[in-house]
């Protein structure tokens, strides 16, 4: 089983389970908002302006489950609440890749935009998002080491499947 981190504020999938920058709030320079804008381009290139907007969840029938992922912080502490994974069905035309990359065009894009309100838990500041195949479909694993940022996620993903 592969993975791969998609890193919104670089606009590269890395092939490693380490470190990946976050998305965090732009500065308020002209500047910051053309290379937002330039980075949201980029990372939506050919991609259809339906799932910029909407991302993956749009389709909650698609959503086969949802897991709370725990980790412990420190050796002798409990396993505390770090993210969700989603677990995605195949669908005709959707691969690893492209799934990645309308990730990370969502999250670009809205990032572009100050979109900072919505329900979609790849929304969330200071997260990471990583993409894997299981024998049915995809597993997308959102996590943060930001405990407010964990328990929003947590909050987000729920609702896509209540």
């Avoid at 381009?41 to 799932?51: K, Q």
């Avoid at 420190?74 to 690893?96: N, S």
């Avoid at 999250?107 to 049915?136: G, M, N």
Wanted: proline share 7%; glycine share 6%; with cysteine.
């Amino acid at each position: 089983m592969s993975t791969k981190i998609f890193c919104a504020s670089v606009g590269i999938a890395v092939a490693s389970a380490t470190g990946c920058a976050t998305t965090e709030s732009a500065g308020s320079s002209p500047m910051a908002g053309q290379d937002e804008a330039r980075a949201a381009a980029l990372a939506c290139t050919d991609v259809p302006n339906s799932d910029r907007d909407d991302g993956p969840f749009v389709h909650r029938d698609r959503i086969a489950g949802l897991e709370v992922l725990r980790e412990r912080l420190y050796p002798k502490a409990p396993p505390q609440p770090t993210g969700v994974a989603i677990y995605v069905r195949a669908t005709p035309g959707l691969t690893e890749p492209w799934l990645g990359r309308i990730i990370e065009c969502t999250r670009e894009h809205h990032r572009a935009v100050a979109s900072q309100e919505s329900a979609d838990p790849l929304l969330v500041a200071d997260t990471r998002v990583a993409v894997s195949t299981t024998p049915t479909g995809y597993r997308i694993t959102i996590r943060s080491a930001d405990p407010a940022a964990a328990r929003a996620v947590i909050e987000k993903g729920q609702a896509l499947i209540n």
